[in-house]
């Protein structure tokens, strides 16, 4: 089976090279997990390949074809990001509906897409209310569902639940999951917390301090104990904590 998303040899520069070299393949309908220290570039990788900001080397190819930063045509990919962003004048349903609108739905269609898919992400009956009226785990619910409106081929979310706190964030990760099991979308997500990690996603990407590259890339399928696998990825996590706290003071 061909690759849905491959990254190969992607490289970012700023004033300090950020990410050194970074290369994975992902399957369709994997659940791809994220991790590394703060400030390590899980953010800049996450950003190219939405193609959201341009690689200094390498290329994206997502479907095989590369992802070109900026040029969203032919290309579809839903964000979710730390912050809902949702617009607060619109209900949550506008809010979803406004991303189908360049899609060439009708309002009618448009309106029925938006309803779905808050019903997936358990809105169902809160389609008229402002996102200043509802809960932060429900505006991030509100976030997953105008990211899935557009049936992306990939779903990327960058520490979509950190604002949340500890209950909201572990009904979030189960709301994730069962999403991912029903819509069988392939998903990028990007955490600092090993136990998310852990208890979401089917492939754990460890990367290393900056600049980064990746550590490891281990698969999550209950071969190694859950409790065996925490504690290596913690060992691993302040090991490279270490050493990006040896490097240049930054982030
Ligand atoms: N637009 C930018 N210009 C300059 N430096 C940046 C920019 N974006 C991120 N950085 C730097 O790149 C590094 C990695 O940032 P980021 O990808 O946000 O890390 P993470 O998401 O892993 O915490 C940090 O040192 C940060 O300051
Ligand atoms: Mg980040």
């Keep these: ?45 996450l950003r190219i390949i939405g193609g959201l900001e341009p690689a200094t080397r390498g290329e994206v190819l997502l479907d095989g074809k590369p992802v070109v930063a900026g040029d969203a045509h032919d290309r579809k990919v839903g964000v979710v990001f730390q912050e809902d962003r949702l617009l607060p004048w619109m209900t949550l349903a506008e809010n979803v509906a406004l991303v189908l609108k360049p899609l060439g739905l009708s309002p009618a269609e448009r309106r029925a897409v938006a309803r779905r898919q808050l019903a997936l992400a358990g809105l169902a009956g809160f389609e008229t209310y402002y996102p200043g009226r509802v809960s932060g785990g429900m505006r991030q619910r509100a976030a997953i569902a105008r990211a899935l409106a557009i049936e992306p081929d990939v779903l990327l979310m960058d520490e979509p639940f950190g604002a949340l706190d500890a209950q909201n964030r572990r009904i979030m990760q ?54 065996e696998l925490i504690e290596r990825l913690n060992t691993m996590i302040m090991e490279e904590v270490e050493r990006q706290q040896g490097g240049a003071p930054l982030g």
């Design 174 to 227: 189960n709301e994730v999951r069962r999403i991912w099991k029903e819509t069988g979308r392939t998903i990028l997500f990007v955490t600092h917390s090993i136990e998310e990690a852990v208890a979401i996603g089917t492939t754990l990407v460890m990367m290393s301090a900056r600049p980064a590259r990746i550590r490891e890339l281990i698969t999550n399928d209950g071969a190694i104990p859950r409790g």
């Design 1 to 45: 089976m061909a690759l849905k998303l491959q990254v190969a040899g992607v490289g970012k520069d700023y004033l300090i090279p950020v990410i050194d070299s970074v290369a994975f393949g992902v399957e369709a309908g994997e659940f791809v997990c994220v991790l590394g220290p703060n400030g390590c570039g899980k953010t800049t990788l």
